[in-house]
């Protein structure tokens, strides 16, 4: 039916209507089976001439509206298996191609089809590998390989392009691989998984093909129970990187470069195999069928590589252990066996006891083997981004190395001998001193590797050998891939912290060093093995940690450690510091620091350091006073302020005193009394004695327990006129004299010599005692050693120390009767030597130890008891280079330790006994560690004086008594 209108203008006038035609419906004719064969023979043909290369003659838009016609009359299922069939009649010549191919290099090098396996598992000597000319021919099959995929996924890129419509459609409705993904699987399951055995192709009519496709999904295993082509092609490509490791690879970039094909193969290969179709064969994994239900579980894990993995993942990371297992233990060991055949690929893993830099397989040193460790695990990193393996592989390949060449030798690499980490360590420990280095460069055999501790010798008299600790970072450096390795290396670290500490322990034991050499000596270990935490091991945090806790092992063994130190630090403050700027001052403190935060008898050291910083404040020895209020500092920062209140007050004591003995040279001024109405000055002629006396705290210093020897009458009265006007001063105060602490001046007149008429002087600076017992040979030549003692009521020990210091070759002011260093007994005489010479006017007489006039008077005592008496006051009192914790800061602890668990148990209310044991260890660790046996001591203590009780129920409880 139309409707015709001839524009003609209406009676309005306006403009013309416009003309409109209805046509009918054309008649709709559906596509029936042969007109759809006849189309599809058209399609057929373009994919032949695709595949043979004539692509530019055919009309793309003609082919696309082909298929799409197919697909829209409902013959969407023709077209799918008519494309399956093409490819697969393509992909089965290709696979023919290749497999004769094999056959005729197998035949070339003298082997057949049937031996393709035995001569793949032979190694690179029997496969021809880098074997001469035969390389060539196996390196065909891998070209032609890879050849023939590129041009099979350029093929299927514009297969694909023409069926896109159908990729869009049919495909997803009906569940089947798109045709790009279905060119990869049938590549895989035609050419990759072709049996070696096949030699013929099935009959090109589609029944014949398809029977062939339709065998593939019901048994997706039938093709891999036989060698396959792609088991050749694993072989040949794990052949090659085997000849690559062993650097006998010609032409080395242009064969990886075709190795990184076919693994790239293999991945796509791997991507085209995931997803859950309807064909059965989407379910093959590892050779093997799984259920539908775990085959889309493992596609859709994103990591799923069938192909890959089952034939050349596995195969690869089996051979790079087995290889890397027989490297490692040639390299370490003598007379092992290289011949290691890898049950996972069949290579024969031989490195034919060579290396690539001429070094035969024999016993490498430690450090060559770290070298070549760190340089293979280069290669293989380099290695594995060449041929771009996944991240997986790459990770899985390099752990298989570090296991191989690092955890499995971890403890041979260090306990090697004379070069692993244990005997380089042992070498960097026991760096001679600056003064032997210096010799030795200076007659020509030094070798300039040996350096101060951070380079400057002016800092630190510690040699740092930082050439062997190079060799140790190497070492660390290749052990901290595997994390667990490295345990090695701070075992080895903390042994020989140990028995380096043990040996000098011992020295100290046997005398053999003064306590000071003994400090010195832990400090130079210290820095060494700060120098190897810190620039070998990189400052980790557990190497720090089991140095520490090694030097506290040994340190900690007996209070010997804290002892020494105080002596080190009396030492270092009276001398070693004086005149030296705040620079090194600060330094020294904080070495003296270290060592100390390694003590756990802190309180033990505070005793003795008491006890030395009385002596230097008295004694006015002290190199600088700014030195010692810095260690004050650092132990106030270290302890807090109950540590050094006592040590502050001391110091105070010190200024009040000095404003003290002002005022009272003020006061003897206005008195103007320059010649003394006292009888007992007339000894000194008549003028009164000049005095200075320190008023000490009687709570900040040590205690002295000794009672006051006998002062010369001079002395005396200058000491009552002092106490006399101090307490007039100052009311409510009692004033002890301690005379066993005081020093004195004394100006000693000596007959001429022969030949002169001038009597000679010396002004002699001794100590107190020694000036009472000078005075004595006023009005006497000799006295007896108890004429002495009686005379100036001084201690048995002091007084034998005191008169061994006048009797030494340099000092000899006394002669001593008996023969030897010793005092003999009550009978040994000393007598006024009115020989003694001296270059200078002034002397002061220095002070044996305490050490060596207890030997001395022990070696010529014979018996006597006198000794035992001086080993009795030496226990009980503080005695430089002893191991023993002294009397006095037992009791302390025991103060402290009760005072605490009256504290926490005051707190708490009810606790049990490890809880209580903890919390007083915690509380009391900034002064020592009470053993718990000494803790369950006091609770009994306090147990018996009712400040704690027994819970009925658990005797393992105690209950405060308020």
Not at 525 to 533: D, K, L, S, Y
Request: net charge positive.
């Amino acid at each position: 039916m139309s409707f015709n209108n001839n524009n003609r203008s209406n009676s309005s006038g306006g403009p013309p209507k416009s003309s409109y035609s209805i046509k009918p419906f054309r008649s709709y004719s559906q596509m029936d089976q042969t007109s759809a064969l006849l189309t599809f023979q058209s399609l057929a043909s373009a994919m032949d001439e695709i595949h043979n290369r004539n692509a530019s003659t055919l009309s793309f838009e003609e082919l696309y509206r082909n298929a799409y016609n197919l697909v829209l009359h409902k013959h969407g299922g023709l077209l799918y298996e008519g494309i399956t069939e093409r490819l697969t009649v393509h992909l089965r010549r290709c696979g023919g191609r290749l497999v004769t191919l094999q056959r005729e290099i197998a035949q070339s090098s003298g082997g057949t089809t049937n031996k393709t396996k035995s001569v793949s598992g032979g190694g690179a000597a029997n496969s021809g590998i880098g074997a001469g000319s035969d390389s060539l021919l196996q390196y065909r099959l891998l070209e032609e390989l890879s050849r023939a995929w590129t041009e099979h996924r350029i093929t299927m890129v514009m297969v694909r392009d023409i069926f896109m419509y159908m990729d869009r459609t049919y495909v997803p409705q009906q569940r089947k691989r798109p045709v790009y993904d279905l060119g990869l699987w049938l590549f895989r399951r035609v050419v990759w998984e072709r049996s070696m055995a096949d030699g013929e192709d099935p009959t090109e009519n589609s029944g014949g093909l398809m029977n062939h496709y339709n065998a593939m999904v019901d048994d997706p295993t039938s093709s891999t129970t036989a060698t396959t082509l792609g088991n050749v092609a694993s072989t040949l490509v794990l052949q090659v990187i085997h000849q690559d490791r062993l650097d006998r690879l010609d032409d080395a970039p242009q064969r990886m470069a075709l190795l990184r094909s076919l693994v790239q193969m293999l991945l796509e290969l791997a991507h085209a195999s995931n997803g859950a179709y309807a064909d059965a064969a989407s379910s093959f994994r590892r050779g093997g069928g799984t259920t539908a239900a775990a085959a889309a579980a493992a596609s859709n894990s994103g990591s799923n590589m069938p192909v890959y993995e089952r034939d050349f993942e596995e195969a690869f990371l089996g051979e790079s252990q087995d290889f890397y297992r027989v490297e490692s233990t040639s390299r370490l060991s003598h007379g092992i066996s290289t011949d290691t055949s890898s049950s996972s690929s069949g290579i024969n893993v031989n490195n034919d006891n060579d290396d690539d830099d001429g070094k035969p397989a024999a016993k490498y040193s430690a450090m060559e083997y770290v070298h070549r460790a760190q340089s293979r695990l280069q290669e293989e990193r380099v290695r594995a981004s060449t041929l771009d393996l996944p991240a997986s592989t790459r990770a899985a390949l390099l752990r298989i190395v570090e296991t191989e060449l690092i955890e499995r030798h971890a403890r041979t690499l260090v306990e090697m001998e004379g070069s692993g980490f244990a005997s380089i360590l042992k070498v960097v420990a026991s760096s001679p001193a600056i003064g032997s280095v210096a010799s030795a460069a200076a007659g020509g055999g030094g070798s300039g590797r040996m350096m101060p501790a951070g380079g400057d010798s002016s800092e630190s008299s510690v040699v740092i050998d930082h050439e062997r600790i190079k060799d140790l970072a190497s070492m660390y450096e290749l052990f901290s891939r595997v994390p667990s390795s490295v345990n090695h290396l701070r075992d080895a670290l903390s042994e020989r912290i140990k028995i380096d500490g043990r040996a000098l322990v011992k020295d100290q034991e046997n005398n053999v060093a003064p306590p000071a050499a003994f400090v010195k000596g832990i400090l130079a270990m210290r820095e060494r093995f700060h120098a190897v935490v810190t620039d070998a091991m990189k400052g980790e945090k557990k190497a720090q940690k089991r140095m520490k806790e090694s030097f506290e092992d040994f340190l900690n063994a007996d209070a010997r450690a804290a002892n020494c130190l105080a002596v080190y630090v009396d030492e270092l403050l009276r001398v070693g510091l004086r005149g030296a700027d705040e620079r090194k001052v600060s330094a020294e403190l904080d070495r003296v620091i270290v060592i100390f935060r390694y003590l756990s008898d802190k309180d033990v050291f505070e005793a003795y350091y008491k006890n030395h910083l009385a002596k230097r404040l008295l004694g006015n020895k002290s190199g600088s006073e700014e030195a010692e209020r810095a260690m004050v500092s650092l132990l106030k920062a270290e302890c807090g302020y109950q540590f050094t209140s006592k040590l502050e007050g001391m110091f105070n004591d010190m200024r009040i005193s000095k404003e003290t003995a002002e005022k009272y040279r003020t006061h003897k001024k206005s008195l103007n009394t320059a010649v003394s109405n006292d009888s007992r000055d007339a000894e000194n002629g008549g003028k009164p004695v000049d005095v200075e006396v320190s008023v000490l705290t009687t709570g900040y210093w040590p205690s002295q327990n000794v009672a006051p020897c006998i002062l010369p009458p001079a002395v005396k009265a200058a000491m009552d006129r002092f106490q006399k006007y101090y307490l007039n001063t100052y009311t409510g105060r009692k004033l002890s004299w301690q005379t066993s602490t005081g020093s004195a001046e004394i100006r000693a007149t000596f007959p001429p010599q022969k030949g002169s008429s001038k009597s000679r002087r010396h002004d002699l600076s001794v100590t107190t005692y020694q000036m009472c017992i000078l005075v004595l040979f006023n009005t006497r030549d000799t006295l007896t050693l108890k004429q002495i003692r009686d005379e100036t009521n001084i201690p048995e020990d002091e007084l034998r120390r005191h008169l061994v210091s006048l009797c030494t070759p340099k000092h000899r002011i006394l002669r001593k009767g008996s023969k030897g260093k010793g005092i003999s007994g009550d009978d040994d005489t000393f007598t006024y030597n009115a020989d003694y010479t001296s270059k200078m006017t002034k002397v002061k007489v220095p002070m044996v130890s305490m050490r060596d006039a207890s030997s001395a008077s022990a070696g010529g005592a014979k018996g006597s008891g006198s000794a035992a008496a001086a080993g009795a006051s030496k226990s009980a009192g503080l005695v430089d280079g002893s191991a023993a914790v002294p009397l006095s800061v037992e009791e302390d602890r025991r103060h402290l330790l009760e005072a605490a668990i009256v504290r926490i148990m005051k707190a708490r209310k009810v606790l049990n006994h490890n809880d209580l044991v903890a919390e007083v260890t915690r509380q009391l660790s900034g002064r020592f560690v009470p053993p718990p046996q000494f803790v369950k001591k006091r609770v009994e203590s306090l147990i018996e004086r009712e400040y704690l009780e027994r819970d009925e129920a658990d005797r393992r409880v105690y209950r405060y008594m308020a």
